[in-house]
């Protein structure tokens, strides 16, 4: 069975959460212009939010909210931040130990698109997904950088294969 045959068998709607990794966000000082982007875009696409939230670039806030995500009822989580190269991007070192199957096309192929919008400094991303599993449930988890560009490049990948994921991940 190929894959669009298999998209085709793949849920059509699913539950979603989305926690924005941002300082200054978290503080109030700026607005999470790409964590309400990406949630107008699930919505608008049929899907239903069921927990959002902003939490500081700290490894317990990020794993803490992950779980409250997965406690609501998430097929699918979004993070938008703290996936690149500073110190305190600890996004993707907080939410790999979680992973129980990593999916590396999704970062390749985010970066081969980013590559299309902004050049060689698609390489500064460390964009990744994987499913968790537990309690005889699986979520999906996309980790997106921050910008609202990424956000936009993510969500139509998210879109795109958000079901495909759910169904194999559930077989």
Known sequence: MGAEEHKKKAPKR??????????????GEKEDKSGKFLIEELEKAGHERVYYSVVPDEKMEIIGAIVEAFKAGADVLVTSGGTGMAPRDV?????RPLLDKELTGFGE???LLSYEEIGTAAVMTRATAGIIRSSDRVMAVFCLP????????GVKIILNEAGHVLKHAGE
Do not use: N, Q
């Open 146 to 153: 921050g910008s609202l560009g990424a956000a936009k490049t």
């Open 109 to 111: 192929i985010f970066r």
């Open 14 to 27: 699913f539950k979603f959460a989305v926690i924005t990794v941002s300082d200054t966000a978290s503080r």
């Open 91 to 95: 996004t993707v070192e907080s939410v």
